[in-house]
């Protein structure tokens, strides 16, 4: 009879361990960093699941995946893969303006004021490269 309240605890433990953790964080950690979209109603399902054991982990969990965007559904017409930005990084490891701008338009349909004197550019670092899964070519 302990062994089976002890099993049934570590069961129950490891579940509001996860749902503390956010459910769309936790299996689509490529969703992150998404701003809106259509929800997925298999994450918020799994969220809600967290509201049935208590009210604080499931809250949590939708709090997780709103602010991390994990929870909402890709939109694969705007998405560019990290072999195709490869395309824009020059010889000297600097990003090509004129082919990233060429690019962002044949992928997307926009065109983009990239030669605007008003646009703002932030230097980015290693650590941001490598999120994309991009190598430094320098």
């Keep these: 009879m302990r062994k089976g309240m002890r099993l049934v605890s570590a069961v129950l433990a490891a579940s509001l361990l996860a749902q503390l953790a956010g459910c769309g964080t936790l299996f689509y950690p490529d969703r992150r960093g998404q701003i809106d979209g259509r929800i997925d109603p298999a994450v918020a399902a799994l969220n809600a699941v967290g509201l049935l054991f208590y009210l604080v982990p499931g809250l949590v969990a939708f709090a997780i995946d709103f602010t991390t965007g994990a929870i909402y559904l890709p939109n694969s ?35 983009l004021p990239l030669d605007d004197p008003r646009l703002i550019q932030h230097q980015g670092g290693l650590e941001q490269l490598a999120a994309y899964g991009l190598r430094p070519a320098a």
């Design 77 to 111: 017409r705007y998405s560019l893969s990290p072999q195709e930005l490869q395309e824009v990084i020059g010889a000297d490891g600097q990003v090509d303006g004129a082919r990233l701008k060429a690019l962002i338009e044949r992928e997307t349909g926009h065109s």
